[in-house]
């Protein structure tokens, strides 16, 4: 579980450098819509005013976290899978990872599961959702977490962050 999330927490640090691009298009975004940057900087203060994301974009997100099935298929079909979620340059970056772990043997039982996607913006081919995250190990509750994602004109993930333990 440690090296997992070890694995996770790397991602995430990488993905949030790249972070500051999606927080750039969101403050261009939002600046149209006279929001302040205060509301960008904490995007998952009150994210729960937002409308609720349905259909195909809140089934695309729910679908690309809550795959599992990484941890037991070949890598050529994790590949393949991952490959219909998410774009470039995240999807090399997930790859890596997986591939990494997957060479490693592991015990790893936790799951995630996506309570809720809510939509922040839909502008100019992208789209950027918050999903509230929660981590479960057997049917309890480990860990939540919120998740500020992009996705681009496809509908694959293009950027996503994560914030733990809100």
Known sequence: MVFLKGIILTCSFIICVNCNLLLADFMALNYQDSYKYAEVVDWWKDYETLPKASGTIANRVSEAIQYEQW???PLEEV????SDYYAEP???EII???SDFKQVPSDWHYSYRVD?????????????????ISE???DEVVDKGLAL???DKN???SEQVFRWEY
Not at 79 to 82: E, G, K
């Open 71 to 73: 941890l037991t298929e």
């Open 79 to 82: 590949i393949r899978r991952l």
């Open 90 to 92: 995240l999807i090399g």
């Open 96 to 98: 890596s990872s997986v």
């Open 116 to 132: 809720n996607v809510y939509l922040l913006q839909r502008s100019g081919g992208k789209t950027i959702v918050i999903a509230e």
């Open 136 to 138: 479960v190990l057997i």
């Open 149 to 151: 994602i992009a996705l």
């Open 155 to 157: 509908l694959k993930i």
